[in-house]
């Protein structure tokens, strides 16, 4: 039995606690809820989309990393295949980032709708300019449409910059008077509201500060415990007056937890969770870049005393961990990372370890389960380690790697 004290700043929290506490509620620790990946969005609030696709894209690789070998196409079907009028289960939008959100929710992100309404500068877009009211018109004649079928994203072909379609589209999309429930690929697929999603969600009659308490309520059953920062930062809240009456009102309890010196809070379920022992099954797994167990660079030092950062667009010279570097959990912590790649060859499509880094003395057979069971998730046959850290891991961890894939 976990031993909680109270003091007189709130519950006492050992750090391995907290830490666990944050696993179970990340769905990383103890038995899934649920296999499903719906139910998984739900217990997340958000799931963050990225175009970047190496072992595979970010929001592919958030349900891995916690049920397991989900068959990708399940996550499309979860996120983006059209189900009808007024019945979508999801939409995207800017919470943490770009995210998958269920639709539910659509009501709580009023605050943000109004707030880009009031914005006249958007891509210089103005509420009533030819381009926006073009776009709403097809949509009500013809749509649902991607952006190709409104007219194309860009002003030339091979130029970044967005036409004043896209320009259009994309600042309907952020004002709430566009939607998009579904994608067909990798292309958005933008609706009217009122046709694509469930009738009870389609309102905006929450105030700004209903808005916050909601989210933060979600923000705090989705970490177990956070900081002012960690929380607000889940749905990248700002302006927010009064944080502890916020929480409060949220239904969050403060905490203190070791060795992070500042104030914390903690959701009624992760306590729950805690006082009932605290313990399960861990993941052993790959984590996204973008898992929104790791988004905060803070909070994952705090948490796990790894500092990581994304070195996609870092220049390949100065990039310490590679491209992609994914995480390695195992055991509720993390112990290492490796940056990914795949390439076809004649027998089959091989998962490559571009660089991997074993930062912890027992990190070597967690990342070979780990790579061997995404190999498989993605379909590789076979699994070549390149370079890694320490160089004196390098043969034991190929040979580790040989020996899980013979027969």
């Known amino acids: 039995m976990v031993a909680i004290t109270v003091v007189d700043m709130g519950t006492a929290l050992t750090a391995a606690e907290a830490r666990r506490a ?124 991607t952006t190709n079928e409104l007219g194309g994203a860009r002003k030339t072909p091979g130029w970044w910059d967005w036409s004043e379609v896209k320009q259009a589209v994309e ?10 429930v579904e994608r067909r690929g990798w292309r958005r697929v933008y609706d009217l509201p009122e046709r694509a999603l469930p009738e009870r969600a389609l309102h905006d009659e929450l105030t700004d500060r209903q808005c916050q308490v909601e989210l933060v309520t979600r923000a705090g059953r989705a970490l177990g415990v956070g900081t002012r920062s960690d929380l607000l930062d889940y749905y990248r809240l700002k302006n927010v007056a009064g944080f502890a009456d916020v929480a ?59 500092s990581h950062r994304l070195e996609a667009y870092v220049p390949k010279p100065k990039r310490v ?16 990372r490796v940056d990914p790649a795949r390439e076809r060859s004649r027998d089959g499509e091989v998962l490559i370890a571009r ?8 990190a070597l057979e967690p990342m070979v389960a780990a ?19 320490p160089e004196g891991s390098a043969e034991p961890l190929r040979r580790a790697v040989d020996a899980v894939e013979q027969p």
């Open 248 to 306: 409060y009102e949220a239904g969050l309890e403060p905490v203190e937890v070791e060795g992070w010196g500042q104030q914390a809070w903690a959701a009624p379920t992760a306590l729950e969770f805690l006082a009932a022992g605290g313990r399960g099954r861990h993941r052993t797994t790959l984590l996204s870049p973008f898992d929104s167990l790791i988004w905060e660079r803070a909070r994952t030092e705090r948490m796990f005393g790894l």
């Open 171 to 180: 600042y309907l999309l952020a004002c709430g008077r566009v939607v998009c």
């Open 22 to 145: 944050a696993l179970h509620a990340q769905g990383l620790l103890g038995a899934p809820r649920s296999r499903s990946v719906p139910t998984l969005l739900r217990s997340l609030g958000a799931i963050q989309l990225d175009t970047i696709s190496v072992l595979a894209r970010s929001q592919e690789l958030v349900p891995f990393a916690r049920l397991g070998a989900v068959g990708r196409p399940a996550v499309h079907q979860a996120f983006w295949e059209p189900r009808g009028p007024g019945s979508a289960r999801t939409f995207e939008y800017w919470a943490h980032a770009a995210c998958v959100l269920p639709a539910e929710d659509w009501p709580l992100f009023a605050f943000r709708r109004r707030s880009y309404r009031n914005r006249n500068d958007m891509w210089g877009m103005a509420p009533d300019s030819t381009s926006v009211r073009g776009v709403l018109d097809r949509l009500a004649a013809d749509g649902p449409l």
């Open 321 to 336: 961990h590679g491209y992609y570097a994914m995480p390695l959990l195992h055991g509720g912590e993390l112990l290492g």
């Open 355 to 362: 660089q991997v880094s074993l930062e912890k003395p027992r």
């Open 371 to 389: 790579l061997r069971e995404a190999a498989a998730w993605v379909g590789c046959t076979a699994i070549r380690v390149e370079s890694v850290v």
